[in-house]
């Protein structure tokens, strides 16, 4: 199946465009396409959200929409928000229900103003957000939720996104025994997929401290069928949906770097692929020039300028 007008490259891009959009809701209230130097003024005077769950959120994303088998699309680590609406307003979803949302220069300013702002957008997912099904402010109930979507659904095929500190949760783990009752024609299908990035708020997590073999023992006790995608390149995660397709409880386990495409290291401190990376990694971006510098790399590193024009929109 792979390989069936399947565009690996367009799927790197698309994941670029919501990297870039995921940063942007973050910190800019102004400057949204770079025309100019980043300046203190450009900055929220507030930034409150979550970066380090963003990449891997657009990974996953990417790489299921480019199949266009995925009837839902459940996200456990809601408070990955920023992510989940740039796909959404990249796909034009949110211009559906939101006329300021449209896919131009005008509605990356509307979502990037709003996000985590009074009367804007919430920083979390949430039921004004459209499809969305799982409030994203409390961890646990992201695999009850998909299962309860399919059950007496035939038709459907729900992915899932676990957070790998979320399947610490009675609740999650509980929920792992539902691909045994509901594993029936008469209900649709179910694909979890855990977003291993190694750490939660403050910690790594159990389950990045558990061996590949060891932890998918534990998925295979459940009754799934485990497959290890190690690192975001598209043709494996493809061949990884192949394989998945073809089984009746898969369970992918996507191992990515925690605030992957992020800052490094900041005042000495690694961010990427640790703890630090999980809400805002440049705190200090609007009052400190370091930070303020090291965003505007980042922000730059996406090469949003290849992807979206300013009286064309998007490019891809």
Request: with cysteine.
């Amino acid at each position: 199946m792979f390989g069936l007008g399947i565009d690996t490259e367009k799927i790197s891009q698309r994941i670029r465009i919501c990297d870039y959009l995921s940063v942007a809701q973050l910190f800019l209230q102004d400057n949204f396409l770079l025309k100019r130097k980043l300046t203190s003024d450009d900055i929220k005077p507030r930034l409150l959200g979550h970066w380090g769950t963003c990449h891997g959120i657009n990974v996953a994303y990417a790489n299921l929409k480019a199949r266009g088998e995925m009837t839902d699309f459940v996200l456990g680590p809601g408070h990955g928000f920023p992510a989940l609406q740039a796909n959404l307003f990249y796909d034009g979803d949110l211009a559906k229900v939101d006329k300021y949302a449209q896919r131009n220069y005008e509605g990356i300013v509307y979502i990037c103003r709003d996000f985590s702002w009074p009367g804007g957008f919430p920083s979390h997912a949430s039921p004004v957000t459209p499809g969305v099904i799982c409030e994203g402010g409390e961890l646990g109930y992201s695999l009850a939720t998909a299962f309860g979507a399919a059950l007496g659904h035939p038709e459907k095929r729900v992915a899932v996104l676990i957070g790998d500190g979320e399947l610490e949760t009675a609740t999650a783990l509980a929920s792992m025994n539902l691909c045994k009752l509901l594993s029936t024609g008469a209900n649709g299908k179910v694909l979890p997929i855990l977003h291993l990035n190694g750490y939660k708020i403050s910690a790594p997590t159990v389950y990045a401290r558990k061996s590949e073999r060891e932890l998918s023992e534990l998925v295979r006790g459940f009754g799934y069928e485990p497959i290890v995608i190690d690192g975001e390149n598209s043709t494996r995660f493809q061949q990884a949906l192949d394989k998945a397709s073809a089984l009746n409880c898969p369970f992918i386990i996507m191992k990515t770097e925690k605030g992957a495409t992020g800052p490094l290291d900041i005042d000495g401190k690694r961010v990427a692929g640790n703890y630090l990376a999980h809400q805002i990694p440049l705190k200090n971006a609007k009052t400190d020039p370091v930070e303020l510098s090291i965003l505007e790399e980042w922000l730059q590193s996406y090469r949003f300028d290849k992807l979206f024009d300013e009286k064309e929109g998007f490019l891809v």
